[in-house]
């Protein structure tokens, strides 16, 4: 965590509220200028099953890896310390996991607007129930049909010696570093299910990484990592084609992610910075790397209009 603010001790008491009783919970105060460590300080002090681990700052990912190389326990997983958990939630997917011999349980979870004080599923009803136990690439597959699915790993429980055995680890440095995690563990699980309860309250508030507005050279920055992420993504793909299959939705998720780029080239009000991003997703090869995974009638018709437009930009 990273200045948790007034949501910690909320997010606290939900985590300490688990029916679930046989929890390791490890805090990584990255940080912290808040006194969010200090805090996470006095529950290890509370409670004997609390650890902290404070450290310089350094970004969500190495903090989940520090977290990670301290767990001990069959299963993991990465809250968020500004986000709240129901109650069974964590009982609930480990007697999935134990039941069925799960590398991972995924459930629903709903959005909470801070602003109207209102609620929404992250993943409708009508586009997936719940599961029977399916492959990680079926599964996988499944979910990113809905175009709903997020790729964050707050969504579920995952088996430590599968992270371990592929040696997996957050990319430092990666802002939303949960989309290529998740895709190269679900290309190696066995055994996955998913339980359309909403177990986790995701807030959306102004603060959240993924919900700041950015333009100039910020903006710039920010969407490298979009350039990154659909780069590792096709990687991903490559390294396991002979392993597992690669299903076209596998493909337009490299698309899609790229495409979220020409969509902040368009609204991005500095020309300088347009003319950045521009140079740079044509440095990085992107267009190219979208053609190749472009899938579907509809995606293909997007990809097109964005690459006329790109063009004509790059060329002012």
Known sequence: MFNAGAMFETFMQSLLAQTLTSLEIIIVDDGSTDGSGARADEYAQRYPHI??????????SRARNAGLAAARGKYVTFPDADD????????????????????VAQCNAEWFFQASQ????????????????LSGPDWLNQALQTHRYMHVVWLGIYRRALIDRINLR????????????????MLNAQRVRYTDRMLYRYYLHDASISNRKRTGQRNVEYQRHYLKIAQMLEEINTRYRHVVKIYPSFHYQVTREALSVCHSIRREPDADARRAMIAELFATQTHKRMLRNA?????WYQLLLWLSRLYRWRNK
Request: a negative charge; hydrophobic letters at 35%; zero cysteines.
């Open 51 to 60: 650890q902290v681990i404070h450290q310089a700052n350094g970004g969500v």
């Open 84 to 103: 709240t958990l129901d109650a069974e939630m964590y009982q609930t997917l480990t007697e999935m996991a134990e039941r069925d011999n799960l590398d």
């Open 118 to 133: 209102s609620t929404k599923p992250l993943i409708p009803l009508e586009r997936l129930t719940s599961t029977g136990v």
């Open 170 to 185: 957050f990319e430092p440095g990666l802002h939303h570093q949960d989309i290529p995690w998740t895709t190269e563990l």
């Open 295 to 299: 899938r579907g009638i509809r995606q």
